[in-house]
């Protein structure tokens, strides 16, 4: 009897393969005229080894194309049903075969894997569900009592799953006490009650797993919000309203013949959503601009001004009249006047990344910018070109800031100067794109106080700008008509023309004769970074400082009104760019 036992046990673990001395990890071609399923939920088959004996092994997911053979025994719940409903000896040979067959899988899954010899392709595996992804959508600034909304609606499930959300508000003011409306949608809303910062996190969920939580910060500022569908729907319906300090969002979309005047301090007027477009048909504030500016630190961002008319015939799309103002991604266009800023000593204008375009009159006397005696006038990272018969830049600012910008006429574009600096100043052309074209009205590119040189201070820096005349008959490219010397480093010049009329100190200049030979990139596109064959590579010089501030550039322009790090390879090239392979 004890033999016989004995012998069904060694039956049964040959039946099974279990093996205490080999692995069942053994590396064997499995098909389905060798294999069975042991296991399917664990992806385990019994097979038929090389050597003929049987073995456990785990199939990768490539391998599960394999056609399942049927077999009366497989898997563990079979063999616990067959014991459970039988008795005496069959009972008792299901419970061997079923301690054998569990032996088997625990060495199956327990074999220490083997040193490979060469490294395998891995295979991806299916580790199971995976989880969602959250992600936000909404305007991080809104005026206190507005409801300001967040969408969940880019959250996304790698299997495709429906998404349950949970929103909550992690963050706010200490004495506020904003909650979030409809928490568990896929869009939520809050009413800011309290100036500061809020935080507003999502959690998404596919029923199996949750995402990683996901925050957005929004400031909530005093002011007003308008556009369509909101109490007030245009600017000029709150320009009377705002209390110094006020934040006025305005959504885009178009502002048809609405003007007005902002005499509040430290406003901020932003368009949401893209442009707010201000198209004044003609119309003007008082006779003078689409927007009158008479409070002191205004800020303006993502503002459209176009169509600005006056019989004075310099409808400007902002007359600046009081102190201090920073203009940011916005764009003039068609008015006749772009930016118009009164003498005002002790203002700073700033203006970056913004257009202007066709602005002027025709008469010479309006232009795209036009900026009086201020205390100082920075232009960076814009586009102003095709001024109307007046100039593309014109400022007569005690310090002028004229960095890394894209001045030109194009093809059709009949400005006069390009730059104009009537009164001289302490002024600082650097890093631009700086183009005169065929249909220009003036034979000067660069003008340097041309109506006397009244400013305080009188210094003038032109360094690494790209200059280019396509003007047939030639001209000048800089003119100085003050009682200085002009430092002129590392620009590069091309076309027909004079460099220089006036006092000036010259170093590492070049001069080409066409964009070809300078080695532009494509000067019909008024692409003017450098080729690999470009001799401007590496040839120019450390321009050293001026007047106390550094001289070397460290930004370029990218179209339109951006920019970018200029990169540092090797020595400094000349012009606005350099290059990069």
Sequence with gaps: MRFARATLILLICIVVGFSPVKSAAQTVAVTSSNAKVVNNKKGLWCYRAPNNARRIGKLQPDELHIRLLSSKYQSLKALQRLIHNSSGTKRAYYKLLYLALRACLKTAFNSPTPTPTSTPTATPTNTGNLAPHAAI????????????????SSSSDPEGAPLSYSWSLVQRPATSSATLTAATSQNVSVIP?????????????????????????????PGFHVGAGRPYTTPSSVSNLVQDGDTVLIDAGNYPSDVA??????????????????????????????????????????????????????????????????VVNSYFHDNQEGILANDNPTSTIVVTNSTFLRNGYADGRAHNIYINHVAEFWLMFSNSSLANVGHNVKSRAYRNFILYNRIMDEANGSASYEIDLPNGGTSYIVGNSVQQGPATQNSIIISYAEEGASNPSQDLYV????????????????????????????????????LFNGLGTFTANASYANASSAGLRDSSAYDYTLLPSSPAINAAVNPGS????????????????????????????????????
């Design 137 to 152: 959508a909404g305007n991080p600034l809104e005026v206190l009592g507005a409801a300001i909304t967040f969408s969940g």
């Design 193 to 221: 009650d309290r100036a500061g910062s809020y935080v507003v996190q999502l959690v998404v969920s596919d029923g199996q797993s949750q995402s990683s939580a996901e925050q957005i910060t929004f400031q909530a500022v």
């Design 261 to 326: 005047r902002w005499a509040r301090n430290n406003l901020t007027l932003i368009g949401l959503g893209g442009y707010a477009h201000l198209q004044a048909n003609g119309q003007a504030y008082g006779g003078k601009a689409i927007w009158v500016i008479q409070g002191s630190n205004t800020t303006i961002k993502n503002i459209e001004f176009s169509g600005c008319s006056v019989i004075d015939n310099n409808g400007a799309g902002i007359r600046q009249e009081g102190p201090n103002l920073t």
């Design 463 to 498: 360094v690494n700008n790209t200059i280019v005349n396509d003007r047939p008959a030639g001209g000048t490219f800089i003119r100085n008509l003050a009682p200085i010397s002009a430092s002129v480093i590392n620009n590069l010049f091309v076309g027909p023309g004079s």
């Design 546 to 581: 001026g007047s106390g501030l550094p001289l070397t550039p460290t930004e370029e322009y990218v179209h339109p009104g951006a920019s970018r790090t200029r990169p540092v390879l090797g020595a400094l090239d000349q012009g606005a760019f350099e290059f990069t392979p």
